[in-house]
């Protein structure tokens, strides 16, 4: 992977990004949830993960995958180049179905990145996927969106600019994400590319592309090609997208032609099963988990079958079903599982891991979503996870981008990476003059370790109220999610876009014009 700083310098119009990382605003933002102006860098993680399998465990799934996919095999569905060279590579071809002899995918893996670097044009933004980092990125998907009038809505182009904005001001959201919404009043076929603009032009951290056509993909290479140039584009990694697979072992032309396009020019995929357990894979954890990692090992192998070298992620969103309703169900301790096991698996190929964010099935920000967030969030962090989609704004099983919901995401953020610093054995925090001082019988408060220490102390939620109960009464009592909607809203008054060369916009706005004028509108 290449490194051209003059290049990036030039890509983001050779100015640093409003609130950059660093000084008295970067030490605000750690003790806090933050807000506009400041910003947090990826997660460096200096703390363990947590295993729940042993190497008899992971020797166990991994054999019974070898057996799934030479015996069963996956479909790659009306795509004859990924048949013909699936064939040419050793493959068992039968129809569209695969089968694959033991050690050819792990063998194809091996010329996989373990660790890239995802450009931003904004070069401090740019991060780290694999190895200890750990990057965030706000929900993806949602066609309804609940607003901050409280009503639950299709989506707009507008609040798709606005949680691009929110994300761009949340000091620990490090990655734009991609389809933060389903703006709905846009033509299908024309709205990716209102999309990517919007992720260009109100933020400067990196982004994803559009998978739902390999037109759409094309498209947004070209784009990229417009804010990063030609060279750097194929040279480098400036995009990290999403390529579903259509479980129980079925990658479909759609996705395959997305994949194709972004491996070719260098872009990253994050294959990923989609999985609601009992009804797209069995029902027990072992059993998941030799399904995910077929699906996973035929589909990332298959980019470096497109081109050998192109980053690609193991990913795997799993959820669990109600067995009474078949309603999908989250924050439950079997994906918790599936989530470590995975994580585990994928350390043993070489391959960065994606999972998890703060997920949950409850129609409103209530205790529900709450408590179903937090326990997906909490396992995703402890797995290792190194790319994190829906941290932020979760809501309804995936079908809604909520505002109030977003913001209260991102202080849990801000704790997640605080707690991911691990402990402090320096000097002033084993704090031996603090007891010294101090001695028995008294307290902390004013002494010196204390009073040179208060402020970066302790993580200060910008959500929750610690307060006294009777000036919470004069305050107006106010909920958790009446706090995050007035922040919601001072946050977009308040947002500045960043530096964008002008040139660069003329020539994204022209390519847009000229596309969306060579097709009719399609709503379906």
């Known amino acids: 992977m290449s490194d051209n700083a003059a290049v990036e310098q030039e890509a983001s119009g050779g100015r640093r990004g409003r609130g950059a990382s660093g ?46 996919l030479e015996e069963t095999g996956i479909i790659f569905r009306d795509d004859a ?131 739902t056509a390999p037109e759409r993909a094309e498209d947004t290479v070209a784009m990229a090609k417009l804010v ?13 997208s999403l390529i579903n697979a259509n479980s129980p072992m079925v990658f479909d032309e759609t996705m395959l032609g997305a994949l194709k396009v972004y491996s070719r020019h260098n872009q990253a995929c994050i294959v990923t099963p989609f999985i609601l357990a009992g009804a797209m894979s069995p029902v027990t954890v072992a059993g998941t988990l030799t399904q995910v990692l077929a699906e996973v090992l035929a589909g990332a192998s298959f980019t470096q079958l497109i081109k050998p070298g192109a980053p690609v992620l193991f990913g795997t969103f799993a959820s669990s079903i109600s067995m009474q309703s078949g309603a999908p169900t989250f924050g439950t301790p079997e994906p918790s599982l599936v989530s470590y096991g995975a994580a585990q698996l994928a350390r043993r190929l070489g391959l960065p891991f994606r ?36 941290s932020a704004g979760w809501l309804e099983g995936g079908l809604a981008s909520c505002y109030e919901k977003f913001m209260m995401d991102i ?20 704090a031996m003059d603090a007891i010294r001082q101090v001695g028995p019988g008294s307290h902390y408060l004013g002494c010196d370790h204390t009073q040179a220490n208060f402020q970066t102390a302790f993580y200060r939620s910008n959500i929750a109220d610690n307060n006294s109960y009777e000036q919470w009464l004069a305050e107006g009592e106010k909920t958790a999610p009446q706090r995050a909607n007035e922040l919601a809203r001072r946050w977009l008054e308040s947002y500045e876009a960043p530096h964008l060369d002008p040139a660069i916009d003329e020539a994204l706005k022209d390519f847009i014009a000229k596309k969306k004028g060579s097709m009719a509108d399609a709503f379906t």
């Open 23 to 68: 000084g008295a605003a970067a030490r605000r933002a750690a003790r806090s949830g933050g807000g506009p102006g400041t910003q947090l860098t990826y997660i460096k993680r200096k703390i363990n993960v947590y295993e729940v399998l042993n190497e008899e465990g992971l020797a166990l799934i991994e054999k019974n995958t070898d057996t799934v």
């Open 81 to 211: 180049e990924a048949l013909a060279l699936w064939k040419e590579a050793g493959a068992d071809v039968k129809g569209e179905r695969v089968h694959f002899p033991k050690g050819l995918c792990r063998s194809l893996l091996k010329t996989a990145p373990s660790i890239y670097t995802q450009h931003a044009r904004n070069p401090e933004r740019s991060v780290q996927i694999g190895g200890n980092a750990t990057v965030f990125a706000p929900v993806y998907g949602p066609p309804f969106v609940r607003d901050l009038d409280g009503n639950r809505r299709y989506a707009t182009i507008e609040d798709f600019q606005n949680f691009v904005k929110l994300a761009y001001m949340a000091p620990s959201i490090h990655h734009s994400g991609g389809t933060v919404c389903e703006p709905v009043d846009v033509p299908v076929n024309k709205r990716h590319l209102d999309m990517i603009y919007a992720h260009i032009r109100y933020s400067d951290k990196p982004f994803m592309g559009s998978v």
């Open 228 to 240: 990063f140039g030609d060279d750097f584009v194929e040279n480098n990694t400036v995009l990290t």
């Open 355 to 390: 999972t998890g964010g703060s997920l949950c099935a409850s129609k409103i920000p209530d205790a529900q979503a709450a408590y179903e967030s937090a326990n997906t969030l909490n396992s995703t962090i402890l797995a290792g996870t190194n790319f994190v989609l829906h």
């Open 411 to 430: 202080d849990q953020l801000g704790m997640q990476q605080k707690f991911c610093e691990g402990v402090d054995l320096s000097e002033n925090s084993q």
